[in-house]
Structure formats: C-alpha cells, structure tokens
C-alpha cells in the first residue's frame, strides 16, 4: 500500500460540517470546541442522555478510580472554580449530574440527537464526504466523522453457556437498570472480579443474604480511603488549577506525580517496604504503580510489589484458602488495570459472602436456577455479570465503517488496530478516534487523553477550513512507523505478559495485541503537537486548489533510547571531549556509580597478568553454574582513552550469566599515554596468557572467544587478525559490538549520526586524535577493515541505526563474509552506540544481548 495520490479534490456540500458518535465526555467536549469553531456539528448518541460511561454504569459501587480533580474537563476556568466535588472518587451519580450539568452549561443537547444508533458510515470518494446511517432513519452527510464512542462502552458478549437460560433477572454492570436494583433477602451470583466486580461486591454484600463471586482471574486492588477530598487540597487545586492542569498534561498518566527513580528491588527491603505502606494508605492508583520507577519494566522488582499486595491480602482474608485465590499470580501488577477498592478483600470474612475459584472448578453452565461448575450446582434468586468490555475497538468496528474503495475498517483491523497516532486510519479520510487504539486512553486519566484529542482534531480541522483543505489522511509510511512505536513501546514493558484486555485477550478470538500507547501522557502530547506544527506530519492534505504531503515516520529511535537522550539532553551534560582524558575518566566513573548493576552472577575475580609493560589487571566473571565452562576474553569500550572492568561490568555480568561462559574482561594500557600500538600489544598478551592460563581460570579448554564494544570490538577484531597470522591461540568466535573498524568517516552514517547520539563524531574525533597518528591510522591493527579478513574465525557484528560506527561495522560484517568468513550480522532498530552495553537501561536492547549470549554458547 502506497500513501494515496495527491490529486486535487471536489467537495460537495454536507448537511452538516461534523458528525460526531457518542455523547459521553469526548463527544460533549467536541461539539462544544466544533461550535467554537463555527462549524456545524451533530452528535449521534444511541441513549437517551448525555454522560457515555456515567449514563451506563450505574451498578452498586460505581465510582470513578482517578480522584475527582483531576477526573474533570479543565477546558474552562469557570467549570471547574464552580464545580464542588463531594468526595475524592466521586460516586457514579455524582459524575453523570456533573456531565449533565455541563450540558447544560454550555446548552449542548440541542444538537445530540439522542436514541439514535450509528449502524454504518461510508466514505463518498467522488463527493468527498461521509454518508452515515443510523437506526433512526434518514442518512446524514459530514465532511468529517468523529468516533467519541468509548474504550469501555461495548459489553463483552457473555461467553458462558446458557447464557440465557437462568429464570430470575441478570444483570449486566455495563448496562445496569437506572431505577437500581435492590438486593435485599436475595440469593446473589457474581461473575468477574475486575474494577466493576471489586466496586460492586461489598456494596451487594450488604444487601444480599448470600453472595457468591465466581472468580476465573484474581485482580490486584488496593484501597481507595473514600472520603471527602480535605478542604485545604481543594483550595490548594483550586487557587492554581490552571497550573495544575497543565502539570497533568505534561505527566505520564494525565495526573501530577511526583519523579521517582527508586527501583524497587534496589533498595534494601525495609525502606521498599516503607514506601510501599505510605503509598498504600494513601489510596490512589496511579500513586501507588508510580512508588518505584522499574514496577512496569522489571519482573524483579514487580514481583516484589505484587508480593505486598499478597501480604496485604493474606493478612485481611481470613480463610486461607480464599485469601491464596484471592492473590494474582498469573500478570504483573499493573499490567491489568490496577483496581481500587472499599473493603472488596474484607468483603470475604463476612458468614454470607463466598468466592468460587473458576480455576479449580469452572463453570460449566448458566442453569434456569442458577450456575452449575465441574463441582457444583448453585443456585441464586439473581445473576450479577460484572464480565467486562470488548475494549477500545469493540465500539468502532460495531459501526460498519468503509473508506476508499469500499474498504472495511471491521476487516483492515481484523489482525489489529493499525493507526496513525491513534487519530486517523489510511484509506478512512477525514476520520478520527477519541482516545482510539494506539493512544494513551485508558492507560491515562481518560480526561486528560479526551481534551487533547478534541483539542488536537477540532484543530485540525479549523487548519484545513483555514488552509483550504477539504481531505486530509495518514500516509502509509507514517502510520507503519507509529504502529511500530507502539509495539516497541509496549515490548520495554511487562504489559504483553498478561492476557489482560489491554491485550484484547478477554474477547475470544480477538487477536492478541496491545491495543494502547504506553509511551505516555505528556510525551504523546509532544509528538502529536510535533505533528500538527510540522503541518501535519504524516499526512497528506487535499484541497480544490491544492495538495500536501509531508511524509515521515515521527518516532524512530526505540523509545527507552529516546527517554535516556533526552534525560541526558535535560540534564545538560558538557560533552567528554571538551575535557581533559583524566576529567573525562572521573566523569564516566561517577556516572557507572549511578547506574543499574547488572545481575548477579556466580562469582567476580580481579587479579592480574603480564602485560609487555607490566601488569595489567582483569576482571573475570564466572557463571552461577558448575563449571567448567567457555572462556570468553573480552576488551571493554571507551575509544582507546577511556573505560575499565567498571565500564562495562554490568554487561560483561549480563553477557556471564545469559551465556553461561566465563567472561575475562582484561584492561589494556590507554592513550594518551600509551598510543597505539600500545593497547592493541596489551590486547595481544591478553589473549594470549587467558588461552594459556584458562584451565586455572575454569576454563574447559575449548578454544576462547574474543569478543568487545566499541574500542573494546576494534581490538577483539585485531587480535583475531594477529592470532591468525602469528599462530595465537585458535579462537573459536568474535564477538564485535558496534566496533570501530576504520578511519574512513565518509560513510553516510558518519553524517546522518554525527551528533545527538552519545557517540558523537567530535567524541570520535578526540578519541582518534589521543590514541592514534594520523599516519599509522590505516594500518590493519588500527583499522582492522584494512586488513586480510580471509581466514578469520566466525564472527557476530552488532551494529546500531543511530551509530556514527554503523556503516563500518556493517562493511566490515559484508567485507568478513566476501572474504569467507562466517558473520552474522545483527542491525539494530532504533538503537544508539551505547544501547547494548546499557544494561538494565535500554530495556529494548534486552533481545540482543540474549542474541549475543546465545552466539556465544554457539560458538563451536
Ligand atoms: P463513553 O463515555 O463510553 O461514551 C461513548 C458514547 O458513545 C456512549 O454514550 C455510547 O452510548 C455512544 N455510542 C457508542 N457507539 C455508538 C453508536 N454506534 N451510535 C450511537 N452512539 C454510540 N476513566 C478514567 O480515566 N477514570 C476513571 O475513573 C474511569 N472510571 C471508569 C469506570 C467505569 C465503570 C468504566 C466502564 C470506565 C471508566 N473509565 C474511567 C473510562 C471511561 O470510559 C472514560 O473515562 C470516559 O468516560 C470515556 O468517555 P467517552 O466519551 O470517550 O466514551
Ligand atoms: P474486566 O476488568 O474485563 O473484568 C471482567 C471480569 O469478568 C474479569 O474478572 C473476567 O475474568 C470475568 N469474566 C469475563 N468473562 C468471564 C467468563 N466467561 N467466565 C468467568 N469470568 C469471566 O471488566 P470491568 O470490571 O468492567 O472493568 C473494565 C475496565 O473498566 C477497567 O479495567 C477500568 O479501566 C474500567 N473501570 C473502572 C472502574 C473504576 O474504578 N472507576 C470501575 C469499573 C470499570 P478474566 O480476567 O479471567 O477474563
């Protein structure tokens, strides 16, 4: 699929200029910005009010889980200075009187049409328009077609057998009656323990006269500590919400949080879980996932938060066997949407409430009494099914959407969602989403996430009435390069470990993707206004007069690469070669202090051996398994001037234990003070004095690996070629991360990377001009791609997209294997010089020093 031709376009007038589906909080709030805008606008809502979520949900318990301040439109001053919230999460009618009230603020439902049902809208190429039909008869033309039809706003079907079999009332929390339900002296079968199950349980507990929850998936949840919001917090927000709202923005989950940087499992246990508790009693979701920076990228440190929330739970539920059911062990903690709660665990001590574990006895049937599982028979006066949403596409593709050609969205999507930005779909012009798959959504305060997608399209749209626009669409290569962010995004996380619906994995035969943007509130925010001021990147625009295409991808770099450059953009750090060599030595070694550790590994040895002018020391590491093993002698990185067993002990640790091979990290002297060939004769004897000494090291013979990054890769390399052709010891691989292997820098890579990417091309330059004459900087034991290659031992090239050393290396891997050699070649995506040594960091280079390690073993 190409991006589409830019031809001028013909626009037919419409009856109206918008058609937006849904009156919940996105559709409220863009009818009223579209009205701002002057352009005529109606709102399609199948129920007969305002409120979406709010109107729907009004089971027992309902209450919003973000706090009322910050769960609110901030769009105007006077809303929100006039609105009193009566309790930190208000409840379900306190929400929906709220949304009531700003339509009737702002005078909306005169254009909702209620009762009304979008059954289908398709795209007239030849008018360019949108005809929309909907249960209520008469089609409606738009230029544009907004879908503010919720993430949460489609009900499962219930997928248990004989569904409709039961002879008393059941019913849905999505769709709960509106003159409520009273459980008293009733009988009560409960399905599902997700966020609607935990509100509504201790609510029903004290009506019913028994209540049985059958719980296929236990859920993690901590307390909400209901409440009135304290008078002096609402001052507070209110004597700066403006400040406060933009702090939301600006945040990662649409509400202000202070920084952290502890890692869980970092810190010693007494202090993880004191920071544990405070954050416990203080009730708040986002709060409580945000005590430790790693809980959504480290299953270490996850695994010790969830062991608290087992703690918690073991110590409230009385019955053991309960309480172990009640404890989530098949996901990580947060990677389902964290629950809150009001005594849900304590709900279980009370003589008439029990729970069912599905695990153990599965439901069998829906019975016209009851429900039967594999064990037993039940039976309830009521059915309660608290079963959840077909989320974030369900709502989308219930409508029959075509675009160009008569192309289904229900069949471009059957493998997943695929978007641009979470906005706009190619083939479906002038199209949005609010809050669409592949934006922050429900990851977010959803309020938040809502104002900036209207804020964002109603934009839009005013650019291309102002501009002389009528058509606008993503492009192919940008919406391929977002989907690929998004993946990317959430492949750093522990989210795609959990069969959660974020994955769409509680709709049978839904496929399995993660369907939002992890990447975040504030920095989604940036990209899309990135987007709008670059004239709307990625999309091509079509007027009667004229037409736009500005092309390209918006996020290349993998997304913890780009988190750690802008850190470091942040914090302002002077670049190394403006320092003297030992300045820049101090500098990197205060810096290793900082950082991750790596794992532990079965034992770390220093010592020394010979070098040709004098000792030298090494570092060896040795796996947690008997021996013995594979010795691998490796040289670290730092351009000849910098670096130590300290550098790069974190990855020599990674590589130990992935690998299952003792790494001998071995120091050579470095320049200035000793230039080449100094390092490159101390690298020599190293490998030299590990191959002969490597039965007193734990070695098992075999011949050693070579391997290095960076400096570290251009020595592995040399001494590769010297032990060829001065009958060294025979080396069984290479292993050459982002090596230097030349002094030619009119490769394209030295240009496009030369700055931005921590290796710079002026660090290179320093680094060259300290370790090397510019006469001798061709010789092969410099620039080892100068050498004779034919001969050498099977080698694995790393080289990264965002490298000014990429094109070297990958000549280097292409010249090897031209020259006979067995090279594989890994190039990695969206990665920077330093990514493979920054272990624990660049989470995304995980899968490479696997790869690596993998090689490793395979070396014969
Ligand atoms: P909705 O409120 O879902 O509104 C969509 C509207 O579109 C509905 O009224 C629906 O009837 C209508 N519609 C859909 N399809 C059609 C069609 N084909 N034709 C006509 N009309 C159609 N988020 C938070 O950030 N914080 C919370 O505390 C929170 N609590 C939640 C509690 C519950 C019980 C649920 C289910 C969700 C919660 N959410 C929460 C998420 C919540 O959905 C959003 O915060 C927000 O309310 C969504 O607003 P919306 O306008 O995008 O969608
Ligand atoms: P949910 O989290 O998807 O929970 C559905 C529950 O039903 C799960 O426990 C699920 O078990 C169970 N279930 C579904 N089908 C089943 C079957 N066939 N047999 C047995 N059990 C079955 O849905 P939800 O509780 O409605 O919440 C959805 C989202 O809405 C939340 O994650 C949240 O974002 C939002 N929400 C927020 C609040 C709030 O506090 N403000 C309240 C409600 C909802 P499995 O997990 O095993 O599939």
């Known amino acids: 699929m190409t991006s589409p031709a830019l031809d001028t376009v013909t626009a037919a007038p419409t009856d109206v200029d918008v058609v937006v589906v849904g009156a919940g909080m996105a559709g409220m709030y863009l009818l009223h910005r579209l009205r701002a805008k002057g352009l005529s606008t109606t709102v399609l809502e199948s129920a007969d009010d305002v409120g979406g979520t709010w109107y729907w949900n009004r089971y027992p318990g309902a209450r919003c889980d973000i706090q009322s301040v910050d769960y609110s439109y901030s769009f105007d001053e006077d809303l929100q200075q006039e609105w009193e919230w009566s309790e930190k999460y208000a409840t379900q009618p306190e929400i929906l009187r709220y949304l009531q009230h700003v339509a009737d603020r702002f005078d909306l439902r005169r254009d909702i049409q209620f009762e009304t049902r979008v059954e289908s809208a398709a795209w007239d190429e030849e008018n360019s328009l949108w005809r929309i039909s909907t249960d209520a008869g008469a089609e409606v033309t738009a230029r544009w077609y907004i879908m503010a039809t919720g993430c949460l706003s489609m009900p499962k079907v219930l997928d248990i057998d004989g569904a409709d079999s039961f002879a008393g009332p059941t019913y849905f929390n999505s769709r709960w009656p509106h003159e409520g339900v009273d459980f008293t002296g009733m009988r009560v079968g409960l399905v599902g323990t997700g966020s609607s199950a935990i509100q509504s349980i201790p609510v029903i507990a004290e009506q019913a006269s028994e209540l049985v929850v059958f719980q296929r998936t236990p859920n993690f949840s901590v307390p909400a500590g209901h409440g009135p919001v304290p008078p002096d917090r609402i001052a507070d927000i209110k004597g700066r ?212 997608h209207v804020e964002w399209i109603t934009d839009c749209i005013g650019h291309m009435h102002d501009e002389g626009f009528d058509v606008i669409e993503p492009t192919q290569v940008a919406q391929d390069g977002w989907h690929q962010h998004t993946l990317d995004c ?100 205060a810096g290793a202090e900082q950082r991750p550790p790596g794992p532990e590994i079965g034992e770390v040895v220093d010592g020394t051996f010979p070098g040709p002018a004098g000792d030298l020391a090494y570092r060896l590491y040795r796996p947690p398994t008997s021996g013995p093993h594979r010795v691998v002698v490796y040289f670290h990185g730092g351009g000849w001037v910098l670096g130590s067993a300290d550098s790069d002990d974190p990855l020599c640790r990674d590589l130990c234990l992935q690998s299952d091979a003792i790494i001998v990290s071995c120091d050579y002297r470095h320049a200035p003070e000793a230039r080449f060939p100094a390092p490159v004769d101390d690298a020599v004897a190293a490998l030299q004095w590990v191959a002969d000494n490597q039965g007193d090291l734990g070695g098992n013979g075999s011949p050693v690996i070579v391997a290095g990054w960076s400096a570290g890769a251009n020595l592995a390399a040399v001494v590769a070629q010297s032990a060829r052709d001065s009958a060294g010891p025979p ?92 090279v594989e070649h890994l190039p990695l995506r969206g990665q920077m010089h330093t990514s493979v040594s920054s272990v624990d960091v660049i989470i995304s280079a995980n899968d490479t020093r696997t790869q690596i390690a993998k090689t490793i073993r395979n070396f014969t």
């Not at 509400?255 to 004191?274: C, G, I």
Request: some cysteine.
């Open 241 to 452: 919400y403006p400040d406060y709202r933009q702090e939301a923005r600006e945040s990662r989950g649409g509400v202000p949080l202070p920084e952290t940087m502890d890692s869980a499992r970092m810190l010693p246990a007494d202090e993880r879980e004191a920071k544990l508790e405070e954050s416990w009693q203080e009730g708040d979701l986002l709060g409580f996932l945000n005590t430790f920076a790693d809980s959504a990228i480290n299953q270490e440190s996850n695994d010790l938060i969830a062991g608290f929330v087992h703690d918690k739970i073991r110590s409230i539920v009385e019955d053991p066997e309960t309480a172990e059911a009640l404890c989530p062990t098949d996901h990580p903690i947060g990677t389902k949407r964290l629950c809150l709660d009001d005594n849900y665990f304590a709900t279980y001590n009370l003589p008439h409430v029990s729970l069912v574990n599905l695990r153990k006895e599965p439901i069998t049937t829906i019975t016209e009494r009851g429900i039967d599982t594999s064990d037993r028979s039940f039976e309830f006066d009521a059915l309660v099914m608290a079963t959840g949403f077909d989320a974030m596409t369900g709502a989308i593709v219930a409508v029959d959407i075509t675009g160009r050609n008569g192309v289904s969205l229900k069949e471009k999507w059957a493998d997943g969602p695929i978007t641009y930005l979470g906005l706009g779909i190619t083939e479906f012009p002038n199209f949005f989403t609010v809050t669409g798959p592949q934006s922050p959504s429900v990851l977010s305060n959803m309020a938040v996430s809502i104002e900036q």
């Open 490 to 589: 959430a492949d750093i996380t522990l989210f795609p470990k959990a069969k959660s619906w974020y994955m769409g994995a509680n709709v049978p035969g839904k496929p399995r993707v993660f369907l939002p943007y992890i990447g975040g509130v504030g920095s989604y925010r940036e990209t899309c206004d990135e987007v709008a001021a670059g004239g709307y990147v990625g999309f091509s625009l079509a007027g009667a007069t004229k037409t736009q295409c500005n092309d390209g991808v918006i996020r290349r770099a993998q997304p913890d690469v780009a988190i750690l450059l802008q850190m470091m953009d942040e914090m302002g750090l002077p670049p190394l070669e403006s320092m003297s060599p030992d300045d820049a030595r101090a500098f990197m070694a």
């Open 731 to 822: 080396i069984a691989g290479q292993v050459l991360i982002t090596p230097v292997t030349d002094c030619d820098w009119g490769r394209a890579s030295f240009t496009e990377n030369a700055d931005g990417y921590v290796l710079t091309r002026g660090l290179m330059t320093w680094f060259w001009d300290h370790y090397c004459d510019e006469t001798d900087r061709t010789d092969p034991r410099a620039s080892p791609i100068r050498g004779e290659l034919a001969g050498l031992p099977p080698a694995l090239v790393v080289t990264a997209q965002f490298d000014p050393l990429r094109d070297e290396g990958t000549a280097y891997a292409d010249a090897m294997r031209e020259a006979g050699v067995i």
